[in-house]
């Protein structure tokens, strides 16, 4: 199993090369399915979703853009199954995984990740540990009608992204020394140039920019 773990995407240089390597060909000969539906519950300005879309295109990927709340799975799974990468965006990541579980993807995703690369980008990187509420998670005051605690389960630690983005005011140093003392596992915390490449169950941080790591 592969995956690609960022805080807002195909960024830089240092991280396309990383992708093209693990799906074994070029940008420009690959297929990528963008999963925008953690989006879909936040209100105003969305430029920063057209942004990291155009990013992947910018890389030279052909973009598919596939949301799983609003298609049935008949009609979202072939176009799953036809991409190399399944890019899963940014936004609220309770509403996310909520679809995982609605949709059936949560259980069909061990299978397709057997040859595809799974690619995370804030709220679809922060689903891929064991838990997705915690007290490091919570440091982005995310709201949800439903309580949501388990994530997909697919590493052994917590990713935090958007580390000293002026966006993001608590995700800073000083707060993320405090929450992760509260959990056992590992916690990553990202900037918008790192990412995580996990293959194989082997974690190396790629990164043009900052990172911590604690635990």
């Known amino acids: 199993m592969k995956l690609l773990l960022t805080s807002a995407g195909l960024t830089n240089k240092s991280i396309i090369m990383v992708l ?23 209100p105003g300005d969305k430029s920063w979703l057209i942004e990291d879309m155009q990013n992947c295109v910018s890389a030279g990927f052909e973009l598919d853009i596939v949301d799983i709340s609003a298609l049935p799975q008949k009609h979202w799974l072939p176009r799953l199954d036809s991409a190399d990468v399944l890019l899963f965006g940014g936004g609220n990541t309770f509403h996310l995984m909520h679809w995982f579980m609605k949709s059936g993807l949560q259980n069909l995703l061990p299978d397709l990740l057997q040859t595809r690369i799974y690619v995370g980008i804030s709220a679809g990187s922060c689903i891929t540990g064991s838990t997705i509420y915690n007290s490091v998670q919570n440091l982005f005051r995310e709201k949800y009608d439903l309580e949501i605690k388990e994530g997909l389960g697919l590493v052994n630690f917590q990713t935090i992204p958007h580390l000293n983005s002026p966006h ?44 911590l790591k604690y635990n």
């Open 20 to 42: 093209e390597n693990m799906v074994g060909k070029s940008a420009n000969r690959s297929k990528l399915a963008f999963v925008p539906t953690a989006a879909n519950i936040e």
């Open 168 to 211: 993001f005011d608590r995700i800073k140093e000083t707060n993320l020394d405090v929450a992760s003392k509260e959990i056992s596992e590992q916690v990553y915390a990202l900037d918008d140039n790192s990412a995580i490449m996990v293959k194989d169950h082997q974690v190396e941080v790629i990164s043009e920019g900052n990172w």
